[in-house]
Antibody
């Protein structure tokens, strides 16, 4: 059974940093691209970043590029998101998701999701 | 930036057919996925590559993509189908979600 469990959320001041983690199990982690998707309170889903499983290539939304860094440790089946220079608009529940594919292509989709961890950016 | 437009809400009677649209420029040239998100649960992939169903998704859930509009169709709608539905595509290696549609089964 595929399981994804995020951790590391919390309250942080604007301009601060936070590191999210996602523990994965139930599938061959290194074979799959992984993604972070967030949902702000009362808003819809927003794609944040994807990292390929095989090549390790990374992709970011314009809203987080240069501030967030996605990474993975295939030996520990762990996905991470380092979030720096946080802003109020980054407040959201952050979900990690397993991609259908090992390396991204335009037919990719997210076939399993974690429950999410909440990040609040406030003075 | 590229936008996907969904109706904010759709209502349907139990047993009837629900159709949720997702519009975007030349969307027919892109693959579309659909996700079902119930309150307190993780989102669930219900359609990928326009019309393919993941394992465990019933045949009464189907998808299509033509022109500038992708459509998610649920036949024989049940109370368990209520929730938010999001379409999603890729543009220049960037993921794009629609704004979401709240499906209510009256």
């Amino acid at each position: 059974e595929v399981q994804l469990l995020e951790s590391g959320g919390g309250l942080v001041r604007p301009g601060g940093s936070l590191r999210l983690s996602c523990a994965a199990s139930g599938f061959t982690f290194s074979d799959c691209a992984m993604t972070w998707v967030r949902q702000s309170p009362g808003k819809g889903l927003e794609w944040v970043s994807t990292i390929n499983g095989i090549t390790g290539s990374t992709f970011y939304s314009d809203s987080v590029r240069g501030r967030f860094t996605i990474s993975r440790d295939n030996s520990k089946n762990t996905l991470s998101l380092q979030m720096d220079s946080l802003r109020a608009e980054d407040s959201a529940t952050y979900h990690c998701a397993k991609d259908r594919l090992g390396n991204w292509n335009d037919g990719d989709a997210f076939d399993f999701w974690g429950p999410g961890t909440m990040v609040t950016v406030s003075p | 930036s590229y936008e996907l437009t969904q109706p904010p809400s759709v209502s349907v009677s139990p047993g009837q057919t629900a159709s949720i649209t997702c519009s975007g420029d030349k969307l027919r040239d892109k693959y579309v996925a659909w996700y079902h998100h119930k309150p307190g649960q993780s989102p669930l992939l219900v359609i990928y590559q326009d019309a393919k169903r993941p394992s465990g998704i019933p045949e009464r859930v189907s998808g299509s993509n033509s022109g500038n509009t992708a459509t998610l169709t649920i036949t024989g709608t049940q109370a368990m189908d209520e929730g938010d539905y999001y379409c999603q595509t890729w543009v220049s290696r960037t993921g794009v979600f629609g704004g979401g549609t709240k499906l209510t089964v009256l």
